[in-house]
């Protein structure tokens, strides 16, 4: 009798891990029993497969992804007598070299239900067809990233496939930079990076720290999914707004009625209310953890960096970059890439601040930074600007272009014909800061519709509390803005006024 085919399916049912020969002989004793046969997937390469060099199976060394202690308890008390692994090893012999073991990756949020849909099979076409080169090489850049933000998602009791929201929202780019102003892997605007408890200003962003910001993705996903109680709605309002969703469950609730979980979104996309690129959001999502997760299904060979690993150090306010560099013994590079939340080559002027050296450099860095001489230690110089000149002239006058000395003077002021002001004091960036500068814009910029009406929910704020400042009620507010509860979320934008303006985590 060839067991092999219900083997494979218990295997794939069951999820467990042990010797593929083991599990045959189990089926063989509960064959032997008048038991129903569990039945498992085969290995999935020539070595998991139990070949040796010749190309002879051997039924004792094969590899199965199957955990003994995922078999039923009546089935491991079953005796495996001899004759059983004589089976055992007949059944192996049977099985042919075009059916192998694969268990194949699983998610925790649910692609199955979905991976036929019309918008799913679309994009995982697009992301291993036209877009293949590019949607490959974001998944490489990911994996330097993506097991400190699936930690931090599973901490916080999220899905760990949530991860791939950074996917498709930045394709893993720290320093991505949408048209509507949103930056970082997961794509905030600066007043919902700020209320999310971000550092957003000239010298710091941390929208583009990866690490930072997936904590405040967390904070804000939470709340959604709290809000909603559906993986897929919430995804839908980090990119589309929670007011707007909840609206349309509103709108259309009697033809929602029987559908239920994550098949509520899908059911209310079909109502053509969520804009275009909102619809589309949740096939992306599923099509990028199918392609992402399972690359070598899909053709796609994909080449995993180092998870990024680093020593934290606390240094004055405008140390270099190039200083930690030194005294760590490493590229000036490397200690960029570590922290990408820097804007201006040095760390911001006042206090003292953390910062990310590689992993190895601590126990040494404090001695050696100590060790370097002032000039290296201090990135910034003064000058009292006279009268008559101008920002043109003194960059010149220090080696610097306009631009590059505007970049640690935001404030100084101007006269009319655009000579400062005399009496100001203009900071002076040596050559090794200014070659760590990131030429970025300004983080303040925000850029919301036109006629919007809006209000960031700032931390410790209450609905009551912002209802009482714009003179309306909190009914009135959880109407306009499609709250279901008057829980509200730091960085959250309120519209105030207007059947126009959106709640939404201000972005795109």
């Known amino acids: 009798m060839n067991f092999a085919p219900s083997l494979r399916v218990w295997m794939r049912q069951h999820g467990a891990r042990t010797t593929l020969a083991a599990g045959v002989a189990l089926c063989c004793a509960c064959h032997g029993a008048g038991r129903r046969s569990p039945v498992a997937p085969a290995p999935a390469s020539r070595a998991e497969s139990g070949r040796d060099s010749s190309g002879t199976r051997q039924a004792g060394t094969a590899v199965a992804a199957i955990a003994l202690d995922s078999v039923p308890l009546a089935l491991r008390l079953q005796p495996v007598t001899p004759a059983d692994s004589a089976r055992a090893a007949a059944v192996l012999r049977e ?3 075009t ?6 990756p699983t998610w925790d949020i649910d692609v199955r239900s979905y991976e036929t849909r019309e918008r799913v099979a679309y994009w995982v076409t697009r992301f291993t067809g036209d877009a293949r080169d590019r949607f490959q090489a974001q998944v490489e850049r990911g994996t330097r990233y993506e097991p400190l933000m699936r930690a931090r998602l599973r901490a916080a009791g999220l899905p760990g496939d949530l991860v791939y929201l950074a996917l498709i929202e930045s394709g893993y780019d720290p320093h991505a930079y949408s048209r509507a102003a ?9 007043s919902t990076g700020r209320g999310a408890g971000l550092r957003v200003n000239w010298w ?3 929208r583009r720290d990866p690490l930072r910001s997936t904590e405040a993705a967390i ?3 939470r709340y959604l999914l709290d809000q909603f109680g559906s993986t897929y709605l919430a995804a839908a309002a980090y990119n589309g707004g929670p007011g707007r969703v909840s609206r349309g469950l509103t709108r259309y609730e009697t033809d929602l009625r029987g559908s239920t979980g994550d098949d509520i979104f899908f059911a209310l996309a079909e109502k053509d209310y969520l804009r275009p690129e909102t619809r589309d959001y949740v096939p992306r999502l599923i099509a990028a953890a199918l392609v992402a997760k399972n690359p070598t299904h899909y053709g796609l060979v994909i080449h995993r960096l180092p998870t990024l690993a680093y020593d934290s150090a606390r240094v004055p306010g405008g140390t270099p970059l190039a200083a930690l560099a030194r005294a760590s013994h490493s590229p000036v590079d490397d200690v960029l890439d570590l922290n990408p939340q820097i804007l201006r080559g040095l760390t911001a002027p006042g206090d003292s601040s953390w910062a990310r050296i590689p992993a190895g450099a601590g126990p040494a ?5 100590t060790a370097l001489n002032r000039g290296e230690r201090t990135g910034l110089s003064v000058w009292h600007s006279k009268s008559g000149e101008s920002m043109a002239r003194i960059a010149r006058r220090h080696g610097l272009t306009a631009k590059q000395l505007a970049w640690y003077n935001p404030k100084a002021a101007r006269l009319k014909n655009g000579d400062l002001h005399a009496g100001q004091v203009i900071r002076i960036p040596t050559a090794a800061v200014v070659t760590a500068a990131r030429d970025v814009p300004d983080p303040a910029i925000e850029r919301y519709g036109a006629g919007r009406a809006v209000h960031i929910v700032r931390r410790g704020e209450t609905l009551g509390g912002i209802a009482r400042r714009y003179h309306t009620s909190v009914t009135s507010l959880m109407r306009l803005n499609g709250l279901r509860k008057s829980t509200i979320f730091p960085g959250q934008a309120l519209a105030t006024r207007g059947s126009r303006a959106k709640t939404a985590k201000a972005k795109k």
């Open 95 to 97: 099985l042919p070299d």
């Open 99 to 104: 059916s192998p073991i694969e268990l194949g």
């Open 182 to 190: 949103a930056v970082g892997m997961w794509q905030f605007m600066t």
């Open 204 to 206: 710091i962003d941390e």
């Open 219 to 221: 904070g804000f996903l």
């Open 365 to 369: 860095f404090d001695s050696l930074f």
